[in-house]
C-alpha cells in the first residue's frame, strides 16, 4: 500500500501538462508574405482550442463589420516537440446586405512560449468568392496569452 501511495503523490505534484487548450486573447497582425514586414494596424481577437482537437476563433479587422463574417471554426493538432501547434480555421464572409459573398480559410503554424501561457502563430490566409474559388492570399502573425480568471 505504501508503494502506490508514493507513486499516486509523485504523479499528483508533476507539472501540468503544457497544452494550447484553453481560451486565448490574440492580437493579430498584418504581414507583406515576403517579407514578413507588419502592412496593416494590428486587432484583437479571440481562439479556443478544445480538448479533442477543434478550435474556434473571432477578429474582425480595423474597418470591417461583425456584421460581415461569421465565428471561425476549425480544427488544431500537436507537431512535433511539446511546443509546436498546427491549426486551420475558416467562416463565412457576407455583404452589407447579408449576401453570402465566400469564406476565409486560415493556416497556421503555432509556437507555445516556455511558460505555456503565451504562444505566436505565423499564418497564411485565402479569400474565397462564392464559388470557393481563391481571389487573394495574405499572411499574419499573432501574439496571443492565455485567458485565465
Known amino acids: ?18 497544452t494550447i487548450q484553453g481560451v486565448w486573447q490574440t492580437m493579430v497582425t498584418p504581414i507583406n508574405c515576403q517579407t514578413g514586414d507588419p502592412v496593416g494596424t494590428p486587432f484583437p481577437g479571440l481562439f479556443t482550442f478544445n480538448k479533442g ?32 501547434y498546427s491549426f486551420t480555421f475558416m467562416f463565412d464572409r457576407y455583404n452589407a446586405n447579408g449576401v453570402f459573398i465566400g469564406s476565409q480559410k ?28 481563391v481571389i487573394a492570399t495574405f499572411c499574419a502573425r499573432t501574439a496571443a496569452t492565455r485567458f485565465e480568471q
Open 53 to 84: 482537437g477543434t478550435m474556434s476563433e473571432y477578429g474582425v479587422g480595423p474597418g470591417s463589420s461583425p456584421v460581415l463574417r461569421s465565428p471561425g471554426h476549425g480544427v488544431w493538432a500537436r507537431e512535433h516537440g511539446w511546443q509546436n
Open 1 to 18: 500500500m505504501a508503494a502506490l501511495t508514493v507513486a499516486f503523490s509523485f504523479a499528483s505534484a508533476q507539472a501540468p501538462e503544457r
Open 106 to 133: 486560415v493556416t497556421a503554424t503555432v509556437e507555445l512560449g516556455a511558460s505555456g501561457d503565451e504562444l505566436t502563430t505565423n499564418s497564411l490566409g485565402e479569400i474565397l468568392d462564392a464559388n470557393g474559388n
